[in-house]
């Protein structure tokens, strides 16, 4: 079971192989591959820093725990119809991202993301809501 923040939901859907480090883009592949390849995986939506915020690198400002952050995280569990605590599978996630969110919701819920500029993330949310599942990152 993997333990994850509302925010990481939509950061997995745009994931492409890129990242903050070495470590953090190995961490977040195996996690974002394990999801992909077995979308039974339990997930436990939780409050703060989760399995991938572990690897983010140690090098100054913190991002994880930033207030705009956790404000990000209840916001995109509400959108979602979550709550913090819940545990459900990867497929469940999906058909909630399905069933009450859109490509558009990206560019105002994750407005100043360092990430959105590529443009991956609605692509990737695409793919969920046509039933294409997370993509194969290539290493």
């Not at 969110?101 to 994750?110: E, K, R, V």
């Not at 990737?124 to 294409?132: A, L, P, S, T, Y």
Request: charged share 30%; with cysteine; glycine share 8%.
């Amino acid at each position: 079971m993997y333990k994850l923040r509302g925010h990481h939901i939509f950061c997995l859907l745009g994931y492409r192989g890129m990242g903050y480090s070495k470590e953090y883009v190995e961490n977040m592949t195996y996690i974002h591959q394990t999801l992909k390849n077995n979308p039974k995986t339990e997930i436990k939506l939780i409050k703060g820093p989760d399995h991938l915020c572990e690897k983010y690198p140690n090098s100054g400002d913190y991002h994880c725990e930033n207030t705009s952050i956790y404000e990000r995280d209840s916001t995109i569990l509400e959108k979602l119809g979550l709550k913090i605590g819940q545990i459900l599978t990867w497929e469940d996630i999906e058909s909630h991202i399905r069933k009450f969110s859109a490509p558009s919701d990206i560019n105002t819920i994750c407005e100043t993301c360092s990430w959105r500029s590529y443009g991956v993330c609605e692509e990737g949310m695409q793919e969920i809501i046509d039933r294409k599942g997370l993509r194969e990152i290539k290493h």
